[in-house]
């Protein structure tokens, strides 16, 4: 007997590595967005703005993406967006 199973896909996790290696210094929110898609989490306010992207099954593996008042990427890290963080960039 020979089954068909249509439209069944297997997918694993993105890799968090690869996914985040879109990311560049100077990109606009809007081109993160598109690239990305839209952040778990936003922290702070315009002019210091820092988005979050969670990965794995809980969304407990988290990225920072940190914005300046231009609303373009100054930095990323394997980490949650924090207050420290953002005084060390200048965006505070």
């Keep these: 007997m020979l089954s068909v199973f249509a439209g069944c896909a297997f997918h694993a996790d993105p890799d968090p590595k690869e996914v985040m290696s879109r990311v560049r210094v100077g990109m606009t929110k809007d081109d993160v ?52 963080r953002s005084r060390a960039l200048g965006t505070r």
Excluded at 42 to 48: L, M, R
Aim: proline share 6%; charged share 25%.
């Design 33 to 84: 967005v598109d690239r990305l898609g839209p952040p778990d989490d936003n922290w702070g306010p315009v002019y210091s703005e820092c988005s979050e992207y969670g990965f794995g099954k809980t969304n407990a593996d988290r990225y920072a993406i940190y914005f300046n008042n231009q609303r373009r990427v100054i930095y990323s890290e394997h980490a949650a967006c924090n207050l420290n």
